[in-house]
């Protein structure tokens, strides 16, 4: 056996897996190893062993690569949100480009198509606008605060660690976030450990405060703040909206989100309004969206706009083209080409996104986009539509096989496929290859300091 689960090996980092860990070969076996990066020589504890391959966590940097850089975040190596934090951002984007190139050539048997650079985010820090703090009675420590006895062990608001359901590590600031939304964090912080209302545990299923969600505004610089508690006590959470909206003169939003279920989702059974507006207002080009607090809406809006410049280059519309748009959502992307086509239909499971497709079209004065609601594999066959040019933007699954074939029965022209994940974009593509030449991919990067990535693909019909 080349080892075994729990040895501590020492070994060169020779390249990137997808899914951002390092790989090195001990004896002909893969490693993948976490916190580890290509060139660096490491020492890592195997906590895994398969036949074929083996798992293991980085203890120490023996010699770092060249592309290694110290991360901003205290955070960043417990931390399960910017796990390429520590990598150099042009390295980043060269990666995230080599794993979409790879999926294409290894899953979809896909090779010799032009795989543009990667789009980089116009922000490395600071773009998320939308964040989600998890309450817990059970608070990680990091390894200089395990001995501090002044360091509060019990409770914690924050990010998971991975591999863990209950403990947080206690987040003092996320660099991903504007800087304001640290400051309203602590001021939630504050009056939760105040309140002696206990914080939901998600062992024990008991307890009060469950999240403390953040929304931004992009374009208007709004703050919305829903806190997500387990009872509805207004007596207890009204006194925290009223000195919120006193304090920060941003926020335009304070929601108290309802929920008495044990699932560890910040959505509400139930919400209610406890100052301000019940939602904020954002943009994506010249449109303007309305974000509630448990509407979709892209986490990055300078990237989103950059990822739907893509699309609209890609489709090519001319003003005359009927457009249907698969995985519509809240229908950012068909009111977004809605002046370069004739007609678009959105195809969407979710009633909530339906509504706020077509109240978004309202709001920006769209009149040629409809939406049909049901699942895309049972709708898809009786849409009344002859497509010129097809959207698809499936979530990570990618399309049902059986979707797959109705877009090839109804043969448009163009399709521009766009994919938060290269491996299923990949074996989609590899089944609409027959029909289709796949004649570019550009990489979008959305998420600095991840290893996720969006890509567009635009494929054309063959004609022979």
């Known amino acids: 056996m080349a080892v075994k689960k729990g040895e501590v090996i020492e070994v060169a980092v020779t390249d990137m897996a997808f899914g951002g860990r390092g790989l090195a070969k001990v004896d002909g076996m ?43 975040c205290e955070y960043a190596s417990w931390c399960g949100g910017c796990k390429w934090q520590f990598l150099d951002y042009d390295t980043q984007l060269e990666y995230k480009r080599r794993h979409v190139v790879e999926s294409l050539e290894h899953i979809g048997n896909i090779h010799g198509v032009t795989v543009h650079p990667t789009l980089p985010s116009k922000h490395l820090f600071g773009y998320r606008n939308k964040m989600e703090f998890s309450c817990s009675d059970s608070r990680w420590l990091l390894p200089h605060e395990l001995a501090d006895p002044e360091i509060e062990k019990g409770l914690g608001i924050g990010l998971h660690v991975p591999g863990t359901f209950s403990k947080v590590i206690d987040i003092k600031a996320c660099h991903i976030q504007p800087e304001a939304g640290n400051r309203l964090l602590e001021a939630v912080r504050q009056y939760i450990k105040a309140s002696d209302l206990p914080v939901y545990g998600l062992r024990s299923h008991e307890g009060f405060w469950r999240f403390v969600m953040l929304r931004h505004s992009y374009h208007e610089d709004r703050w919305m703040v829903n806190i997500v508690t387990a009872e509805d006590r207004p007596e207890v959470v009204q006194p925290l909206a009223d000195a919120l909206m006193e304090a920060f003169p941003e926020v335009a ?82 009111i977004w080409l809605s002046k370069g086509a004739a007609e678009i239909t959105g195809l969407e499971i979710v009633p909530s996104a339906i509504e706020d497709a077509n109240e978004n079209c309202r709001r920006n004065g769209v009149e040629n986009c409809r939406f049909v609601l049901g699942d895309v594999r049972k709708e898809l066959p009786d849409v009344d539509v002859k497509p010129d040019v097809m959207i698809i933007d499936p979530p990570r699954a990618g399309m049902h096989k059986e979707v797959v074939q109705r877009v090839a029965e109804l043969n448009p022209d163009r399709i521009v496929y766009v994919s938060c994940n290269p491996a299923t974009l990949a074996r989609d593509l590899e089944m609409l290859k027959a029909h289709y030449e796949i004649c570019e991919v550009r990489p979008v990067d959305m998420f600095p300091h991840t290893f996720h990535i969006e890509a567009v693909a635009r494929l054309e019909r063959r004609r022979d």
Do not use: M
Not at 42 to 57: L, N, Y
């Open 253 to 334: 939003s304070v929601v108290n989100n309802i929920t008495s279920r044990k699932a560890g989702v910040a959505v509400g059974e139930t919400e209610k309004l406890l100052g301000g507006e019940p939602f904020i207002t954002d943009r994506l080009g010249d449109h303007t969206f309305n974000i509630s607090a448990n509407s979709f809406f892209q986490t990055n809006t300078p990237g989103a706009e950059a990822l739907y410049s893509v699309v609209e280059e890609f489709a090519g519309l001319t003003g005359t083209e009927r457009v249907i748009d698969l995985y519509s959502g809240t229908g950012t992307i068909p």
């Open 30 to 72: 893969a490693v993948f190893i976490d916190g580890a990066v290509a060139g660096d020589t490491v020492r890592a504890r195997v906590f895994k062993k398969k036949k074929s391959f083996a798992e293991a966590r980085t203890l120490e940097i023996l010699e770092p690569s060249e592309n290694r850089i110290e991360p901003r």
